[in-house]
């Protein structure tokens, strides 16, 4: 007995295949709206019949170039990556369809087809509306697999138009009419029997069985070294409490020790990802110390006969009544001269201090986005590392 059943009705068996359609347009409209909206959400029907072949066929949206009803403005990107998804896997065969009535060099199938089979190894052409060409004109050439050449060729077929859907023509009556069609058809005559939608099912379940056969060891020895991988960690888990405070505690303990290391890469400039847009971690450190203090102290004003000058009152003062003699510069006078001019480092030092500990926090807030996934802990572990840089900011202050 034929019947179908969908897999948001489960249990549903549906003989009336006129409730079929109903159903596929009843969801279509609960998923997408009622006004032509789109929606990459599948829905799955699955057909027993003694009369039809084994397949799974994935029916894809054609491009739409512009937005009508509640659809995005960028409809057509999003029903292009809606496409490229499913075509871009290795193990599906595609059918790229094409309009007979239009011109074969602009069928967006066949062009997003040889994007991901250049080859042509997974693409079959089918050619439909052969019945609605212009009088005077067919498409022999391109079924016969001259004007734009595929590995597996073109299959011509003709379906049932609005007219005998609204007029619930049957299938068989329409297998009928596309047979006498291709029969009687002058430019198709003599191909007739590679033509139609019975040989069309019957060339995919044979390229689906060969397709599967080719790629069975690959994906047999894929699933093999996936179930190993699992068994692995099978074994590890084996005997896992979530709840145990010591596996907790080893977990954090791990989380804090990758920061560790993270942080260190990042100053020490070993870690594993490269910044190429900008100096980041020990390499902005490095550049404070050594451009931008440098640079700072040659900003600095000096005023060299205001210095002979305080030198020489330094001197006098020191021997005071005493007549300025001798070759050399008194002790006291030459520390007193020297700490008044080091106090002059004291504003770049702080500077650069201020610069170094910005960097520092950033790098710190870099290293936490790893540890997102627990936002207490991320923020707790920021919290605790940029107060004890703020510490040694402090105290290196006082120092200086």
Excluded: W
Aim: hydrophobic fraction near 35%; proline fraction near 4%; charged fraction near 30%.
């Amino acid at each position: 007995t034929e019947y179908a059943e969908f897999l948001h009705c489960k249990g549903k068996k549906f003989t009336d295949f006129d409730e079929v359609r109903q159903e596929i347009e009843v969801e279509t409209d609960r998923v997408t709206g009622m006004n032509k909206g789109i929606s990459s959400v599948p829905i799955n029907l699955r057909i027993y019949s003694p009369h039809v072949l084994s397949l799974t066929l994935i029916d894809l949206p054609g491009i739409t170039k512009v937005p009508v009803g509640d659809q995005p403005p960028d409809i057509e990107q999003q029903i292009r990556d809606m496409i490229m998804q499913f075509i871009s896997r290795e193990n599906c065969l595609i059918l790229a369809v094409t309009p007979a009535n239009t011109d074969l060099a602009n069928s967006d199938a066949l062009k997003l087809a040889k994007e991901v089979d250049p080859q042509g190894l997974r693409t079959i052409g089918v050619i439909t509306k052969l019945d609605l060409m212009d009088e005077g004109t067919d498409a022999r050439e391109v079924l016969e697999n001259k004007l734009l050449p595929l590995r597996r060729g073109y299959i011509g077929v003709v379906n049932r138009s609005q007219k005998d859907i609204d007029g619930k023509k049957d299938i068989k009556a329409a297998l009928l009419a596309e047979r006498k069609f291709f029969l009687s058809h002058p430019s198709y005559r003599h191909m007739a029997d590679r033509m139609g939608t019975p040989y069309l099912q019957k060339v995919l379940n044979q390229q689906l069985t060969n397709h599967i056969r080719d790629t069975l060891p690959a994906f047999r020895s894929k699933l093999q070294s996936q179930l190993l991988s699992i068994e692995h960690e099978v074994e590890v888990y084996k005997n896992f409490r979530p709840e145990d405070p010591t596996r907790k505690t080893k977990a954090l303990l791990q989380m804090v020790q990758q920061f560790s290391v993270d942080f260190e890469k990042r100053i020490e400039g070993s870690g594993d990802q490269v910044d190429t847009l900008e100096l980041s971690g020990g390499a902005k450190i490095n550049r404070i110390f050594h451009e931008r203090f440098p640079f700072e102290l040659v900003k600095m004003e000096f005023n060299e006969k205001e210095l002979r000058r305080e030198i020489s009152y330094a001197i006098k003062n020191i021997h005071g009544i005493r007549q300025v003699t001798g070759l050399f510069t008194p002790d006291m006078a030459f520390e007193a001269i020297v700490k008044k001019q080091i106090v002059k480092l004291k504003g770049p030092c702080l500077k650069s201090v201020d610069l170094v500990m910005q960097e520092l926090i950033n790098t710190v807030k870099k290293c936490t986005k790893k540890l997102a996934t627990y936002p207490r802990l991320c923020e707790e572990t920021e919290r605790i590392v940029a107060g004890y840089i703020r510490e040694r900011e402090e105290k290196t202050k006082d120092q200086v």
